[in-house]
């Protein structure tokens, strides 16, 4: 496949999903050093928002990406599992006899928050590879910006050495 034909199948990917760059705002919050119990309560779960509005796009980022990582020909560190309609990932282990216990974390989160530390680390393995995908188009992301999801896949998708 040519570098021109991986360009047009990415963009034609990122314009199935209406992906464009913009500005995210974010709440300018006072710096503090340490957080008081009733705000470190309100960093974990249980979520007020129904799971599926948190589910429904990382399943959209993850078809988005599996897609894109197959027309460019890369092969990224953390293998993305589908089991019905969940998603896992997962260590690529280089030797079933060495690495026996190569778990699989969820890419989604349950009604009642049981795997939420694991949810929280399937998302941060997804996270570094939508960094290596940036890497390897030679998109550099800094660690601050790691955990911007979707900020990375566009990114990558605009790089101008996109396929090379």
């Known amino acids: 496949m040519t570098v021109g034909t991986r360009r047009i199948l990415v963009k034609e990917v990122t314009s199935l999903f209406e992906l464009k760059p913009g500005v995210v705002e974010e709440p300018v919050l006072p710096i503090q050093h340490h957080l008081s119990t009733s ?15 948190l589910n429904a796009p990382i399943g959209l980022v ?8 197959r027309y460019l020909g890369i092969k990224l560190p953390f293998m993305i599992i589908q089991k019905g ?4 990932i997962r260590m690529v282990s280089p030797s079933r006899q060495l690495w026996h216990n190569h778990r699989k974390m969820p890419l989604f989160l349950e009604e009642d928050d049981k795997n939420f530390k694991k949810f929280v680390i399937g998302m941060a393995m997804l996270n570094y590879n939508l960094a290596y995908l940036c890497y390897t188009q030679g998109v550099k992301i800094t660690v601050s910006q790691v955990a911007d999801t979707l900020q990375s896949l566009i990114a990558c998708c605009c790089a101008p050495n996109l396929g090379m």
């Open 39 to 53: 705000q470190a309560e309100e960093l974990m779960p249980p979520f007020k928002h129904p799971k599926e509005e």
């Open 62 to 69: 993850i078809h988005m990406l599996s897609l894109i990582v």
């Open 85 to 88: 309609l969940r998603h896992y």
